[in-house]
């Protein structure tokens, strides 16, 4: 079972699913992400219907700045870009240049985070836009920062990854973590996107 | 690689097994208890209806304890009871070795129990939830009720647990199964799992959501239920529906499941209409996500949202109906064994249709005004979820009894339980049907007299005081079958049945096949019994057989959730006696510091040496 698949000429060209065992974490990924997608579309559910609930608060279209979101979605999709690489250069065996790609993931996946705990504190200091604030704000916060708290589960995650295997090459046991890994940061960035427009384009548009 | 299993202590081993048999019996232990937990309940308000007036319970700890039985019965009972032989059962009859996700299958366990305790722990800090199972705000924003808190993070807790075992069974159906087990060649217990592990993933992950809401509103003082401040209340009645209604199919497929297997055990013939069978499953739950809006037909969502819910709700009694037929007709002209299992699952046939005729009733919406939240509905769902689910995990533990602990259940004492059962449950349920019909309100703690309602209440609570005496001879024969009861060791296949679990030596070896079966057509076991010697043929050599380790990490993650949640309850605490932060860092660093163990630790398993799988087979008389 496990372990059964001859290496002895090289990594077989789908590392990450050449054993049942990464065929199972594969799969049972796939359907991991479909319950974070209908847990998701719920928040979104919840935040469509508050997001005019403002209450005595700031409404969406006083708030939000799109040159700022502009700019974390690049670095978000750059991030996704640069797991794609790694990716390829995991498939072709190259393990120095996967594990360079995956650093430069996580490095922008950081920066992204930054940018967006600049906003929040800048939406709580310039704007009384707190947690509490309103249906509005809460739904915001509770939605975006679910997303927020998704990209440091990531970063940690992909940290660990690297850190434990910095030294053990592309091996058929850790082939299919990273792939995983990889999937789940190309979700949390297809996420951001629905974000982006739900709530930044239609909430500065003021629909 | 690893060498074989060095020899542990008892108890170690079962707090450390990822063995899918060792959890299933885990399950069933833990969802028994929570069972007569919750009966129990049941077994009090029932007292303190019995008369008008009484004063036997409190206002107050009556809807603590309505509270606290609907959602114990609901999570921490019938799920884990057919999560039980969905463990036990599903691997045996896809002829797998294991399941896909050893450790997260034990993991699953884990949380599900701490989320359990959690939820109980609420006793101890001022008593338990009371704005019922379905937490409807604003009712269940009550600042003062501490047990609302145990609610929303139990269940939280408890929930992760279930998702993951959803996602192991899936994967372990896709990718496990033995060669020649086709998906349409899947016994329909396997194929009700499936579709309720689906589900399980879809409707698990909106509850999950929506107590995240509830519990930033109640701890973290989010607005979202504020209609003051832009908020809405019946975003939590969608939210909450929406996983609730598939919740009851979650519950009855599997029970629908045990139904398609114990029939044409006992019926001699297989099952009438397989294709047709699996099909109505998936249709039944598809449907079951487009109905949710029928628990809210008197909140005022208008007349079109109502009349489009009321069909749709009636369209599902068609594919119901389909199984209801191909049961009937599986019995039809067979040979038929009435014994405690086979009981139990014909008698199950007539009391469902009971419960689904008065479910379209209720889906009529404008006459759901007149029976919403009145004693009619509490008929409903009792004869849905009692004479439904209860009778089909009666039905499945009298049939796989033996294959799960070696001796089956006494069957004098079988059919003295579903003989006082069987009264007991219609002498409570049926008259509530009239109590609802005549104007008495669900989920109140008390009644006035003279009003027509007082025969047909204490009819009802007797008739809990038989059910209360079946699961006490219940009791008795798992204690005395225990002792006395024929023991079946050796005997692989005790009811003479059709599928792959009977092909297994009793008691089944941890690897559960030496050799995996080669499956060459629906019913794989009886089709040999026709057409080959009566045993499988294997479809790969005698060789070395891979397990995986054992681990106590499953513990560790769960108490770390048991902290987490509990931290943050203690926040809305009076005067908690060290700072809740520290709780939840505590929580925090079990929960995440096990999950960085397991990942930064590969665990390859170990091997039973070919030598050791010879032996055992030349022990059972086999071994080709
Ligand atoms: C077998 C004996 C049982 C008895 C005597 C019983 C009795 C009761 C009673 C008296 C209520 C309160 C009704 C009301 O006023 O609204 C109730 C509610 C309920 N029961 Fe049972 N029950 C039994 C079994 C079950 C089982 C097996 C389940 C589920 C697996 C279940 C699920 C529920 C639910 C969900 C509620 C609604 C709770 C709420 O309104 O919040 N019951 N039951
Ligand atoms: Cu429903």
Redesign the pocket.
């Known amino acids: 079972m496990a372990g059964t698949v001859d290496t002895t000429k090289g990594l077989p060209s789908h590392p990450e699913r050449a054993t049942l065992e990464g065929k199972n974490k594969f799969l049972g990924f796939w359907f991991f992400l479909g319950g974070e997608t209908i847990m998701f579309a719920t928040f979104f559910g919840t935040y469509l219907g508050l997001r005019n609930g403002i209450g005595d608060g700031p409404s969406s279209s006083e708030l939000f700045t799109l040159p700022l979101v502009f700019l974390m979605t690049m670095i978000l999709l750059t991030s996704s870009m640069t797991s794609v690489f790694a990716m390829f250069a995991m498939k072709k065996n190259k393990f120095k240049q996967m594990m360079a790609w995956m650093i430069v993931t996580v490095v922008l996946g950081m920066v992204f985070l930054g940018l967006e705990i600049y906003e929040f504190q800048h939406y709580v200091h310039d704007y009384e836009f707190g947690f509490t604030t309103s249906a509005f704000s809460s739904a915001f916060y509770t939605l975006v920062g679910l997303h927020g708290a998704h990209v440091l589960f990531g970063l940690g995650w992909i940290t660990l990854l690297i850190v434990r295997n910095i030294r053990s090459g592309i091996t058929l046991t850790n082939a299919p973590k990273f792939y995983v890994a990889s999937l789940y940061w190309h979700f949390i960035d297809v996420v951001w996107v629905f974000i982006f427009t739900v709530v930044y384009l239609m909430g500065a548009g003021g629909y | 690689m690893a060498s074989y299993k060095k020899e542990k202590g008892v108890v170690w081993d079962w707090l450390t097994t990822v063995d899918h048999k060792k959890l299933g019996i885990m399950y069933l232990i833990a969802g028994t208890l929570f069972f007569l937990k919750a009966?129990l309940m049941?077994?009090f308000?029932?007292i303190q209806?019995i008369m008008p007036d009484n004063t036997f319970l409190s206002g107050q700890t009556f809807n603590e304890f309505?509270?606290m039985?609907?959602t114990i019965?609901?999570f921490l009972?019938?799920t884990p009871l057919l999560f039980a032989f969905m463990n036990f059962v599903i691997p045996l009859q896809i002829g797998a070795r294991d399941v896909a996700f050893p450790f997260v299958n034990a993991l699953g366990f884990w949380i599900f129990l701490s989320g359990g305790l959690l939820l109980s722990t609420s006793w101890f800090f001022g008593g338990g939830p009371d704005a019922?199972?379905?937490a409807y705000v604003p009712l269940s924003l009550n600042e003062n009720q501490l047990g609302l808190d145990f609610y929303v993070l139990g269940l939280q807790v408890s929930g992760i647990g279930t998702l993951i075992s959803a996602i192991n069974f899936l994967v372990t159906i896709i990718n496990m199964r033995a060669p020649g087990m086709t998906m349409m060649r899947l016994p329909l217990f396997v194929w009700t799992s499936f579709v309720t592990s689906t589900l399980i993933l879809f409707a698990f992950t909106p509850l999950a959501a929506g107590l995240a809401l509830l519990m930033l509103e109640r701890i973290f003082d989010a607005q979202f239920f504020n209609p003051a401040a832009g908020g809405n209340v019946v975003i939590w009645q969608h939210i909450f529906w929406i996983f609730g209604h598939p919740e009851v199919y979650i519950l009855v497929l599997p029970a629908f499941g045990i139904i398609s297997e114990v029939i044409p055990a006992f019926s001699r013939k297989r099952l009438f209409g397989y294709t047709a069978m699996v099909f109505a499953t998936m249709i039944i739950a598809f449907l079951g996500f487009m109905v949710w809006a029928h628990h809210m037909f008197t909140v005022g969502i208008g007349p079109v949202a109502n009349s489009i819910f009321a069909i749709a709700t009636m369209t599902i009694a068609v594919p119901t109906g389909i199984k209801i037929f191909n049961w009937l007709f599986t019995m039809w002209g067979g040979k038929i064994t009435f014994n405690t299992a086979m009981l139990f699952a014909s008698s199950f046939v007539p009391t469902f249709v009971l419960g689904g005729v008065t479910g379209v009733m209720l889906a009529m919406a404008p006459v759901d005004y007149l029976y919403h939240d009145t004693y009619f509905v509490?008929a409903h769902?009792?004869y849905i979820?009692?004479g439904g689910?209860?009778l089909a995990l009666f039905a499945g533990l009298f049939y796989w009894y033996p294959k799960m602990f070696n001796h089956k259940l006494n069957e004098k004492l079988g059919v003295i339980f579903f003989i006082l059962f069987t009264i007991g449950f219609h002498m409570?349920f049926f008259v509530q049907h009239f109590l609802g019909l005549m104007g008495m309100p669900?989920?109140?703690y008390t009644y006035l007299g003279g009003q027509g309602l007082d025969e047909f209440n204490m009819i009802s609570t007797i008739g809990?005081f038989f059910?209360s005496a079946a699961v006490i001879v219940l009791v008795i024969n798992i204690v005395y079958s225990a002792i006395k009861g024929e023991r079946v060791i050796g005997v692989n296949d005790p009811w003479d049945a059709r599928t792959l679990e009977w092909a297994t030596p009793t008691p089944v070896p941890e690897y559960n096949f030496a050799q995996t079966p080669q499956v060459r057509s629906l019913d794989p076991l009886f089709y040999e019994k026709v057409h080959g010697d009566g045993t499988m043929k294997p479809a790969e050599p005698v060789d070395d057989i891979h397990m995986p380790n054992g681990s106590i990490l499953p513990v560790v993650i769960s108490i770390g959730l048991y902290f987490l949640g509990f931290g943050l309850i203690m926040l809305e605490m009076e005067n908690p006696m060290l700072s809740p932060w520290i709780v939840v860092a505590l929580g925090g660093l079990l929960t995440f510091g096990g999950m960085a163990l397991r990942s930064l630790n590969d665990d390859h398993g170990y091997h039973i040496p070919k030598s050791v799988v010879k032996a055992d087979l030349k022990k059972q008389g086999g071994g080709k």
């Open positions: 009966g049941a077994v308000m029932r209806l309505i509270t039985h609907g019965m609901l009972a019938a019922g199972w379905t509490v769902f009792h979820i009692v689910i209860v409570t669900r989920r109140v809990t059910m």
